[in-house]
């Protein structure tokens, strides 16, 4: 097959080196891990303040997973997401995440919005979003409380079912944001015929604030979200500077270390008992 390929792409072979080989070996155990997990246990959650600029106020965390393996140890979300969406594992991990969730959720103040990300495969999934629904009914959450963040990325895969699909979740009464916003390839024409509420904009776009052209394309896209109607979430903000120029361009929410990193909800906690004592 090797020699047949070399022949096909005129010399490129593609290489097994040692470090993919290692990699790939990786994939497999945290594939094989993921099917024989017990998320209820190994999985939890922290949340990520998202702060109203205007005011400063908490207006709402996300909710990020942590997975803890005993054989494999802590494995970053960004990997094991990518490679539980492989597979049927995307949805106990969504199901355990929404649970943990919306407990916490319960135990944080009505004013608080609690955030959540679903994959391409929950979105058109129908038990998943039966899932939620009576997940967020016996918890006795209010849906507008509930925000659900999907990225730019995996509603354009298939934007005509996408769209379908965010209306099922919008018409239980949950907020639909767009995630990354900024990353993928999608036109505005488009994103203004999706059911929306808000847009979370990508970290890049945050990053490159501290030029005077990515200020000015920053804040561009903060009008044209405002005039389709989109209220704006920053993602990734780390420096004063870079809050400043976005309160400044109109963006109403905020989220990034130098607000606060996600936290165990404990801490969360903790942390909104001092700001109403002081
Ligand atoms: P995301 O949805 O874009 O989440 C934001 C990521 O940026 C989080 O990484 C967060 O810890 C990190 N972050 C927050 N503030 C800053 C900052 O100021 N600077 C920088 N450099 N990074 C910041 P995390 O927790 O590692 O999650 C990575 C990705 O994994 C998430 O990206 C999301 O796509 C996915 N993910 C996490 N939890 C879930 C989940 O429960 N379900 C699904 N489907 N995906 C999830
Ligand atoms: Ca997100
Ligand atoms: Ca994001
Ligand atoms: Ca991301």
New binding site residues.
């Given amino acids: 097959a090797l020699y047949h390929a070399k022949h096909v792409h005129g010399g490129g072979v593609c290489l097994f080196t040692p470090s993919l080989e290692t990699a790939v070996r990786a994939d497999r155990a945290i594939e094989a891990a993921l099917q024989a997990s017990s998320f209820e246990e190994e999985l939890s959650i922290v949340l990520?303040p998202i702060v109203e600029l205007a005011s400063g106020r908490l207006s709402a965390v996300e909710?990020?997973?942590r997975w803890s393996n005993p054989m494999l140890g802590e494995i970053?979300?960004?990997e094991f997401?990518a490679i539980a969406e492989r597979s049927t594992a995307i949805h106990s991990?969504?199901r355990a995440?929404f649970k943990k969730g919306l407990k916490a959720a319960r135990q944080l103040p009505d004013c608080v919005a609690v955030s959540f990300?679903?994959?391409a495969c929950d979105l058109t999934s129908a038990s998943t979003l039966a899932f939620i629904r009576d997940e967020i009914a016996s918890a006795g959450i209010a849906p507008h409380r509930i925000w659900i963040?999907v990225t730019e990325t995996a509603v354009m895969r298939n934007a005509d079912a996408a769209a379908q699909a965010l209306q099922a979740f919008r018409d239980l009464g949950v907020g639909i944001a767009l995630?990354?916003f900024g990353t993928g390839y999608s036109s505005l024409g488009y994103v203004q015929r999706l059911p929306l509420d808000k847009v979370k904009i990508d970290?890049s776009f945050v990053g490159a604030l501290d030029t005077e052209e990515g200020s000015t394309i920053t804040s561009a896209v903060i009008t044209l979200c405002h005039t389709i109607g989109l209220t704006c979430v920053a993602?990734?903000?780390?420096t004063e500077a870079q809050r400043q120029t976005l309160a400044e361009a109109g963006c109403e929410h905020a989220?990034?270390?130098l607000f606060s990193k996600?936290l165990p909800l404990a801490e969360l906690l903790l942390r909104c008992a001092d700001a109403q004592a002081s």
């Fill in positions: 990520q909710v990020l997973a970053s979300a960004m997401i991990i969504t995440v990300n679903i994959s963040e995630d990354d970290r993602e990734g903000v780390e989220q990034g270390y996600p």
